[in-house]
């Protein structure tokens, strides 16, 4: 079996360098369908990722009330406030309600953080264990204490450790803990290093027109049964639009209109990326096709030759389709390193989540493959029909 095998791809590889233009140009034009399929997979991949680890960082039984836009909300203002706060408290059952503020600080040589008030109900609280030290406590918020909470990124840049200072805005705020960065490296304003204050700190301690301890970006409501999480969202939008007498710019961003924003994104790469992978990958079978038969006219000789000297119909049809795998399978290995090098260009030039994993190298390769025999299988047939004698006339 190994022989013949052997001898197979040796056939193949003497008529590839007999009739070159016969094996490159269907190779090259279906690879191009190849990355394609490889960027697609990539993108799917890594907004799959991406998905889980908004759920799991934003909490499926979160919901944010926010004004402006979310991520950027200091360009419209804060629109909530400790008023709004207490207010959904009291009127929220099993709720539990935490405002938020954010700030962008220059902490060098870390350079830009991003800085959070928040207090100790804060939803997240509760699925990010401390690395080392705590989490902020009622306490620390009651007495506006100077302390703070890092993320990894940010200790691992300046050295932080529990007990150490944290100096922002010129003022020291004692490391009490230590967090795990958060999933798929979240940023915020840029910066993918944080640190959490008690949000009546910043009214004491750091002063300014953004460190208004009664204003906040958002709200952040957890509900603790999810299943109630459509009534919790309706209850806090009513309270809130009687409360301002109108909903003005306030956002309620739910886990589902996160993954309807990722859901538009995914229609959008497989739309372009799924079109121009069914493009090369139609237009590469073709040219195969079309070659593989002019292949064939041009190879009867041969092939009677090889009838001649004992080879079957069978052994025929599998020369011919074999030459249509490896031709599909070199096409899909060169597709696959030039989605690769798209990838690592797309993943420094922008913002998508594109993920290389195991599926994304394999499937371009088994699609090749398969494309490659399917392609050959009619000129193969064609092939294996062709008797001793008829190659005589050829000749």
């Keep these: ?86 207010i959904l408290s ?43 030290g705590r989490l902020l406590d009622r306490m620390d918020v009651l007495t506006a204490a100077r302390c703070c909470v890092v993320n990894a990124g940010l200790a691992s840049q300046l050295s932080l450790e529990e007990g150490r200072a944290l100096v922002i805005a010129g003022t020291p705020f004692v490391v009490v803990g230590i967090v795990p960065d958060e999933p798929g490296g979240e940023s915020w304003q840029g910066s993918a290093m944080k640190a959490w204050i008690p949000h009546t700190a910043a009214r004491f301690w750091l002063g300014g027109k953004d460190w208004d301890s009664e204003a906040f ?14 009534e919790a969202v309706r209850s806090a939008a009513r309270i809130l639009k009687q409360r301002k007498g109108g909903p003005g710019n306030l956002t309620i961003v739910t886990p589902e209109a996160l993954l309807k924003e990722l859901r538009s994104v995914r229609n959008s790469l497989v739309a372009f990326a799924g079109g121009g992978a069914l493009l090369g990958l139609g237009l590469g079978s073709v040219v195969l096709a079309l070659l593989m038969a002019a292949n064939v006219r041009s190879r009867v000789v041969e092939i009677g030759l090889r009838r001649s000297l004992g080879a079957t119909s069978r052994d025929i049809l599998a020369l011919f389709i074999c030459e249509g795998c490896v031709s599909g399978f070199v096409a899909a290995v060169l597709g696959v390193l030039l989605g690769c090098a798209g990838i690592a260009a797309a993943r420094g030039a922008s913002s998508m989540h594109l993920s290389l994993g195991f599926h994304v190298i394999i499937a371009p390769m088994a699609v090749g493959v398969a494309l490659g025999g399917l392609s050959a299988w009619a000129p193969a047939r064609l092939a294996a029909r062709i008797q001793p004698a008829e190659s005589l006339r050829w000749e």
Aim: charged share 20%; proline share 5%; hydrophobic share 45%.
């Design 1 to 86: 079996m190994t022989d013949y095998l052997v001898g197979l791809l040796r056939d193949i590889w003497q008529n590839a360098a007999a009739r070159p233009a016969h094996a490159v140009v269907p190779v090259l034009v279906a690879s191009l369908g190849m990355a394609a399929l490889t960027v697609l997979l990539s993108g799917l991949a890594g907004l799959g990722k991406r998905a889980d680890a908004l759920i799991e960082d934003f909490g499926a039984n979160v919901f944010e009330i926010c004004g402006g836009a979310r991520g950027n909300p200091l360009q419209e203002g804060r629109a909530v406030d400790a008023a709004d706060v207490r």
């Design 90 to 132: 009291a009127n929220l059952a099993d709720c539990s309600v935490s405002p938020v503020f954010r700030s962008i600080e220059r902490i060098d040589p870390a350079g830009m953080v991003g800085i959070v008030g928040t207090d100790e109900r804060h939803p997240r609280w509760g699925r990010r264990k401390p690395l080392s």
């Design 217 to 230: 970006d958002s709200i952040l409501v957890a509900v603790q049964d999810e299943g109630a999480m459509d």
